[in-house]
C-alpha cells in the first residue's frame, strides 16, 4: 500500500520563507546561540538566536555594563549565525520582560536580523522600535486569542501594520517562561493549541488578515506537526528537540539532563521574573521548592521586574540559567518542554528535521535544503 505524501504548508513570514515551516524557538542563556541557529536556517528551517543574558558570560560583565555588554555579543552572535546559515531564515528572539530589550531589538535590526520574535510580555511598540527597518519581519508571542487581538489593534492603530506572524505558545506543555500569569493558569486546557490555533486562525481570516500562525509547545514529531498543519497553523516551533542537538550550544552535561529526565522530573516554578516556568527538577529546584535555596545577591538588572532584585527573595535566574548551559547539575535551572523525557540521545539538526519531515511532500522552492 503506498500512503500518499501530505502537503508541507508554505510559510511566509514577512519577506522571508524559509525551505520548510520548523521553527527553532529561542532559548536563553546560550542554549539557543549562533552555532545552533545557523544550522537550522542553514538545514532550511528558521534558526533562532536569544538575545537574553549574552553578556553575562564575558569577564567583568556587571551592572553598569550589562546593556553594553549584551548588545555587543548578541552583534557578533548574530554575524557567527548568519555566516552560518549560508542564506537561510534567521529570526533574534527578544524578551519584552528585559530591561535592554529596546537596545537589544535595534542591535537586532542593526546586525541583519531577518526576524524579530518578541514575547514574555506583549510587545506593543515592537513597529516602533524597529522603524527604519522594513525588511525584518515582526512576530509577537501569545498564548491566548485575547492577548493576539490586543496586539493587532494595537499595532493597526497607532503604526499601520500587522504582524508578519503569531507564535501561538500553549503553557501546558512549552519549556522556560511561559505566557500566563500563574501556574494554574499554566495548565488550563482553554490554552492549550487545539483551542487557540483554531480560535486565532479564524479570527484572522474572517477579518481578512493574511497572517501565519505557528504552533508552539509539546511539539515532539511528523503526527504532532501535521495536527498542528491541520488546525490551520503555517508553522511549528519546537524547542527541546533542538537544544537536543549536537550543534545545540549548551554544554553536553546539559544535553544529558534532558536524556536522563523522566516524565515526572518536570517541574512548575515560579520565576523570579513574576512568571511561572517549565524546568527539569534539579538539585537547584529541588533547594528552592523546600524553600531552602540559598538567597544570591541580583547579579545585574536584567528583568524588568525581578523579585530577586526587589525582595531578595528566589533566587538570580541569570546566575541559574548560565549555570545550566555550562552544565553544572548542582546549581543550574534546566528549562525543559514536558516532553523532554522523550529525549533518548543527541541528533544531529539534519536528521532531527528529516524525521520531523517524514511522511510530507517536500516543496521544490530553491531555498537552503536538508542536506
Keep these: 500500500m503506498i500512503t500518499k505524501e501530505k502537503e508541507l504548508p508554505i510559510l511566509r513570514v514577512g519577506k522571508h520563507q524559509p525551505k520548510y515551516p520548523i521553527v527553532q524557538g529561542g532559548m536563553g ?3 539557543s546561540g549562533p552555532r545552533l541557529a545557523g544550522t537550522v536556517a542553514a538545514e532550511g528551517g528558521i534558526g533562532t538566536l536569544a538575545s537574553v543574558g549574552l553578556g553575562v558570560l564575558t569577564e ?7 546593556a553594553q555588554r549584551n548588545s555587543e555579543m548578541l552583534r557578533k552572535y548574530i554575524k557567527q549565525a548568519k555566516d552560518a546559515a549560508m542564506g537561510g531564515v534567521l529570526a533574534v528572539n527578544c524578551m519584552c520582560a528585559l530591561c535592554d530589550y529596546e537596545s537589544l531589538v535595534r542591535t537586532s535590526c542593526e546586525a541583519g536580523a531577518d526576524i524579530i520574535v518578541s514575547g514574555a510580555g506583549l510587545p506593543l511598540k515592537l513597529p516602533e522600535l524597529t522603524d527604519g527597518f522594513p525588511d525584518v519581519a515582526l512576530v509577537p508571542i501569545v498564548s491566548s486569542l485575547k492577548a493576539a487581538n490586543i496586539i493587532i489593534s494595537r499595532w493597526k492603530k497607532h503604526y499601520d501594520r500587522f504582524p508578519d506572524g503569531i507564535v501561538v505558545e500553549t503553557p501546558n506543555t512549552a519549556g522556560g517562561h511561559l505566557g500566563a500569569r500563574d501556574i494554574e493558569q499554566a495548565i488550563d486546557p482553554a490554552l492549550s493549541l487545539e483551542v487557540v490555533v483554531p480560535a486565532l486562525v479564524d479570527y484572522l481570516k ?8 505557528i504552533a508552539a509547545g509539546g511539539i515532539w514529531d511528523s503526527s504532532d506537526i501535521s495536527d498542528a498543519f491541520a488546525m490551520g497553523a503555517k508553522g511549528v516551533q519546537l524547542g527541546t528537540r533542538f537544544a537536543a542537538t549536537e550543534e545545540g550550544d549548551a554544554s553536553d552535561r546539559f544535553k544529558q539532563s534532558y536524556i536522563d529526565a523522566k516524565e515526572e522530573d518536570v517541574v512548575l516554578i515560579n520565576s523570579p521574573c513574576g512568571l511561572p516556568g517549565r524546568a527539569i527538577n534539579s538539585p537547584m529546584v529541588k533547594r528552592y521548592l523546600a524553600g531552602i535555596q540559598e538567597r ?19 533566587f538570580c535566574i541569570a546566575d541559574a540559567l548560565v549555570s545550566a548551559y555550562r552544565g553544572d547539575w548542582e546549581n543550574g535551572l534546566f528549562f525543559c518542554g514536558s516532553n523532554v523525557s522523550k529525549v533518548t540521545s543527541i541528533m544531529k539538526v539534519k536528521d532531527l528535521i528529516h524525521e520531523l ?5 517536500i516543496p521544490e522552492i530553491g531555498l537552503p535544503s536538508v542536506s
Design 60 to 66: 567583568g560583565y556587571n551592572a553598569k555594563n550589562f
Design 206 to 213: 474572517e477579518n481578512e488578515m493574511d497572517i501565519p500562525v
Design 296 to 314: 544570591m545577591p541580583c547579579r545585574t538588572p536584567c528583568l524588568t521586574h525581578c523579585i530577586c532584585r526587589i525582595k531578595h527573595e528566589t
Design 357 to 361: 519531515l517524514e511522511g510530507f511532500k
Design 29 to 31: 542563556v546560550m542554549i
